[in-house]
């Protein structure tokens, strides 16, 4: 099987713009009607719905941005009844910047498709044992590409992450052929496996790696140690999860599920759509979603369209890996982490917001350390006194943040500062 859904994926550029056209009016009419929220927006443009005839007069519409979000939260953005929905998913984060998301059936069927297009995509088929180790639960990872797996028919292995032994014994056991998880914890699962020497009971032939950010070199080390081929997969809670975009055989970016989600770059501070090529930031309008559509999101990641022809036959605009971001968010281990989260945490613990989050990749694995100085007061603390502070520190980061920090308290203005302004990232992280 080459495409999972051939027409859509090879439609002709013509076709395409004639699907996304009517859908997007369609999508206009029913936010219009069933979303006030939206409707202020575009009332203060002063567009209406008629307005929108075709991808051509998405410029017209007004932007969505995750402070949109935020002030909707958690139903207001909702464009059916209650009743109607049946699941919510949500992004890491705290409540301050949590987003929410709702799903149909029907949405969570057109999401596990373009999941499915990127199993097949990777060379997958109903042959195949598909090893899940993203996180189930309100992460759209787990969920969405097990529900891609489930709809081509494929074994699905559930895992969820974590257990590292336990994989790659079901890896053995049940001969996984495709793994889908985040980069890093793929580069982890391969050291273990050549640590254990059982590379040679592995089957595996295909991998899936997404959620956050990675490089050419990680994907090579990857390939080469679980002798695979590595396929980079690109989405957004807001936007629904995983398989908003998928890498093909030609591994040069990413194509976008443009019949569902329509794509435009435009410049971060005018806001003025920019011409092909052209690095920006991304913004997504959903033509197909019933839940939750969202029209010209903001997704704040800055990348590359292409419309070049592709060796795989498909004719999807191809986005290029995820350059940077437009505001401080950092993904840390495929978790989203904002710096004003660990600020509050040290104000919550009675420590000066000076501070320091030091990144860096140690074999493909993110470390994570904040360096935090110490108040007057603790100064005379014992060496015992301020592991105990460690400790306790490390305890409330994770549980505002998920993930573990290493944490360190350091002398009093130790942390350099420059110009006066304290560095707060410094992320050694080549990616
Ligand atoms: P998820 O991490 O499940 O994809 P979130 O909504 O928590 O979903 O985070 C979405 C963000 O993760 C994106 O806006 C992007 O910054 C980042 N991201 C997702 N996939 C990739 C990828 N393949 N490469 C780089 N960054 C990615
Ligand atoms: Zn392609």
Redo the contacts with the bound molecule.
Sequence with gaps: MRYYQQDMECASRETLREIQSERLARAVRHVYTNVPYYRDLMDKKGVAPADIRSVDDLPKLPFLTKDDLRKAYPYGLLALPRSEVVRIQS??GTTGTRVVAFYTQKDIDLWDACCARAIVAAGGGRDDVVHVSYGYGL???GPGLNGGSHMLGSLTLPMSSGNTDRQIQFMRDLGSTILCCTPSYAAYLAETILAQGVQDYIVLKAGIF?????SEEMRRDIEKNLRIKAY???????IS??GVSFECSEQTGMHINEDHFVAEIIDPDTGEVLPEGVKGELVFTCVTKEAFPLLRYR???ICVLSRKECSCGRTLVKMS??MG?TDDML?IR?V?VFPSQIETVLLQCGYPANYQIILDRVRHADTFEVQVEMSQEMFSDTVRGIAARERELMASLRAMLGISAKVTIVAPRSIARSEGKAVRVIDNRKV
């Excluded at 980079?232 to 807001?238: F, K, N, Q």
């Design positions: 992004t890491s992460f759209t990872g997404g959620a956050e950010a990675w980079d997969i690109y989405g957004l809670t807001e999860g995983p997704t704040r990641d890996r995820i971001r993904i495929g989203n």
